[in-house]
């Protein structure tokens, strides 16, 4: 509907229904092609196809994204998101149900190529596919439907958001739909506080799966207290299709146990971690009998790709992928981790 937003533009309170959007180029989206302004409370529900940086509400986000969603189907090329194809801005309580498709950076990702900051956001991997990088969580569809899921992940008390819980996905408030403003979620399910002097204590596969896909704390404290086994023919746990928690920029303090036969088999940004930020420390922990096995690029058994520090850590296991791959780490992008042959890989080229 709108080729370019300038800075300073502003697009609120605004859905398009039933979008068909063919282009031949680049940044084409479901309301906007390239956004350098503030698109806020907006949804776009349609088909989108194009080339380059091809997203189901915006193509290009250079701008602000709030409080927005998108339906619907997206296909092109090269950077293909559910929400938005290319990334260099900031995305913020948002989610997406969109299936995309097309040849690279592209799939089962709330942003085909992100440069820019996600937080608290969703995306449906059962209509969209597994999460990859973009520090969104990736949720089933009944779990999108969920108050408490939704309130982990920003959702909650939030007057623009509603919810008919577990009979539709979270709606925006301005469009009339039966629901509810969705409660502030509880933590009770983990002991401590979350903080350096008394953080969240882990000792369950099950709390461990949970803090997957609660974004909102994966900047919290946290301390294993017993090994943890993963094995999918025990109860809860699966053959993850995903990273076990997808984005981290907190503490991750191991307490020399061990994780055990963890088996993902996915896309790319794979690992027990699929991306550590600039401020995560992962720290005595150990990984025994890992099977990892993606798809695409940026694998490894601990973490795909690593911004953070990680002091005392091992693995043994298997590890496979296209570009990129580690028995520890996929691709090391700092100079945090420090370096030993095989466990990490100190260059794009390596």
């Known amino acids: 509907m ?12 605004l859905g398009l229904e039933v979008v068909d959007v063919n282009g031949t180029d680049e940044s084409i989206g479901g309301i906007i092609g390239k956004n350098n302004g503030d698109i806020t409370n907006c949804y776009s529900n349609g088909s989108i196809n194009g080339n380059w940086f ?59 190529y992100n440069e820019g900051y996600i937080a608290h956001s969703v995306l449906d991997i059962e209509t969209s596919g597994p999460v990859g990088s973009n520090r969104c969580a990736g949720l089933t569809t009944s779990e999108m439907m969920n ?49 350096s002097q008394n953080p969240y204590r882990i000792d369950t596969a099950e709390q461990l799966i949970l803090l997957g896909k609660a974004s909102i704390l994966w900047d919290k404290h946290y301390l294993l207290v017993t090994d943890i086994d993963l094995d999918p023919n025990f109860p809860y746990v699966d053959v993850f299709p995903q990273s076990v928690v997808p984005s981290f920029n907190g503490i991750f303090e191991g ?84 370096w030993q042959s095989g466990l990490c890989c100190p260059s794009p080229r390596c």
Request: glycine share 18%; proline share 3%.
């Open 2 to 13: 709108f080729g370019q937003l300038d800075s300073g533009a502003r697009i609120s309170n």
């Open 54 to 112: 091809i997203g189901g509400l915006v193509g290009y986000n250079v701008g602000y994204i709030t409080n927005s969603y998108s339906t619907g189907t997206v296909s092109g090329d090269w950077s293909i998101g559910s929400l938005v194809g290319y990334n260099e801005g900031d995305i913020a309580k948002s989610y997406s149900t969109s299936m995309a498709s097309g040849d690279d950076y592209v799939g089962g990702r709330l942003v085909g």
């Open 147 to 195: 108050p408490h899921i939704l309130g982990l992940n920003g959702f909650a008390n939030d007057p623009n958001w509603i919810l008919e819980a577990g009979r539709n996905y979270p709606r925006l408030a301005w469009e009339g739909k039966p629901g509810q403003i969705i409660p502030e979620p509880d933590i009770n399910w983990l002991e401590g506080k979350g903080t």
């Open 255 to 338: 307490n020399g146990h061990k994780i055990l036969h963890l088996i993902i088999k996915g896309g790319s940004y794979l690992g027990l971690f699929g991306f550590l930020d600039s401020k995560a420390v992962v720290s005595n922990l150990g990984l025994k009998e890992i099977d990892v096995n993606g798809m695409n690029s940026y694998v490894g058994n601990l973490v795909g790709v690593n911004y953070g520090t990680i002091i005392n850590c091992y693995s043994t296991g298997k590890v496979n992928g296209y570009d990129y791959i580690g028995g520890l780490v996929g691709y090391q992008a700092s100079k945090s981790c420090t």
